[in-house]
């Protein structure tokens, strides 16, 4: 029948059309994340070691001067129970850092 040949290509035509567009958001992420981390296929271990190393001291740093805020604000209820959530989620981000960088 022609109805079924045409559902047939409409389903073809669309699976080709999905496939270029999960095709180019694979790309598109591989492209953000050499362009953010500046880590391509050829950058060595160590590089990448270092690159890490230097997000876990930047982050050292940040959790010292916010350390700092709390001293001077901790008696504002609602700053200290911001920083100190924020100090947590960096926190994270500074283990992951370090593991990173092994």
């Known amino acids: 029948m022609i109805i079924d040949d045409r559902e047939k290509n409409n389903y073809f035509l669309s ?3 999905n496939f270029k ?3 180019k958001k694979f790309f598109v992420f591989g492209d953000m ?3 953010t981390l500046r880590i391509k296929a ?3 271990k160590e590089g990448i070691g270092k690159y890490f190393s230097k997000i876990e001291n930047t982050v ?3 959790k010292v001067k916010l350390g700092e805020i709390l001293a001077e604000n ?3 209820e609602k700053v200290k129970e911001k920083v100190e959530e924020f100090i947590g989620k ?3 981000i ?3 850092a370090n593991e990173a960088a092994k």
């Open 33 to 35: 994340v050499t362009e």
């Open 90 to 92: 960096i926190g994270k």
């Open 15 to 17: 699976y080709v059309v």
């Open 21 to 23: 567009k999960v095709f």
């Open 74 to 76: 901790g008696k504002y």
């Open 42 to 44: 050829d950058t060595k």
């Open 60 to 62: 050292k740093t940040v």
């Open 94 to 96: 500074e283990e992951g």
